[in-house]
DNA sequence: CGGCATATTGAAAGGAGTCAAGCTGTGTGG
DNA sequence: CCACACAGCTTGACTCCTTTCAATATGCCG
């Protein structure tokens, strides 16, 4: 049972105040959907793996965190998800991933049958699709890139760039994971991370205002990779 | 200009003998496409990196990887293609990667619009696009755990098994590719895939027939991870 | 103003990288 | 058919980056 499961019937009431139905959820510029919204907590999960796929998600307000874990304990965080950034779309029947809130989020659902009914009924729809889909793809291989031939400096340069390009703002950022997050998704440990930011900010690159906001500083920007 | 282009004119007549008109490719069962075949040399390029996106291709026999270069030389193997496996399929409208023959190869390719316009008339044609896509995106993701959260014995433990599954052959494989292909494809040097495969064969889990014949000995079996 | 989770810092160990020889074996020419 | 040569692979010694283990500091929330 998912937490999204549990908070979907009060939710549902919540979302439709006068009771008239689900709400229209955007999937993409012009795709639209009967869905639902949600509120999950910090640290609840959205789906785990294993459970079977039934619904397609979209982040309202607040992040959202793609995990694996291997039978040992290690863990593997695929993607960050941001509000208005669809995720949960996965081929199978049977999710290969968990989903969960990193910070208090709101966070909009629709049946993935009603996606399909939509993508055969509108060609706009399964564009949409195809688009997320390729974007997610191309997201999993710089991904894959960073991984494989980045030092930890130029993975944690490379992770404050795309944080600054994905919240539009590219002079400071709010980081709304924690250190172990970072690391997870970084193929790092928290204590390289946080060596690493300690390091930036020592250089002039990055200042600190608490250790989740981060100025850039232009005069020395930060190195560039890939 | 790229290898594959400077083949074409050859290419199409040895594929059309009687010049009768095109191949017709598989793209998935079911969904055929007009195309052309042609040899592709050791090392040759099938499209580069900035290169316009124009077709779309399947391995009919040898081996193809895609690669990804960083400034400094560094180079990424995003992944590995072998016979009857489609590639160069991209949202964009210029390559991400380069594609390079491993070994001798021939390759069939049909162009992206005639892909679009399949796909436009029949419902199985698209689908099967998706599927094609979601499969990248999953070897995607698979490929990013690995780098990110396995040891180099594991991420050469893992590369073994991919191979033997996608051979068909679990008992023994033959690897097209050099030392250094498979290092840049799991993130490591060539020194440490060696050093780990001698490992791997003092170890008893595999046995070697000249550097690129491996038989696997089931009473050992390789350490499962992920 | 505590108290606890989160983050930083330090010291030591370890795994993979680097540099540098050798070795193999495959293909070619004598 | 053998020998040489070159590319590809292996091995060794040493270095260095990242991890690990451990302690201390910070800061958010009640």
Redesign the pocket.
Known sequence: MTALAMHEDHQTMRANPAGTGLDLVTLAPGVVAHGTVAPIAREAAVFVQEDPVTHIYKVVSGAVRVTRLLEDGRRHIVAFYFAGELFGLEAGDTHQFSAEAVVASRIAFVRRSAVATEAENSDSAIWAVWRLMAKELARAQDHALVLGRL???ERVGAFLRDMAVRTGCNNSIDLPM???DIADYL?????????T??QMERSGAIR?S???HIDFQTARPLARVA
Do not use: K, M, P
């Open positions: 030092s930890a400096a924690s250190r172990i193929g790092l440990t928290i204590e390289t991370v946080s060596r930011l300690t600190f608490g250790a989740r």
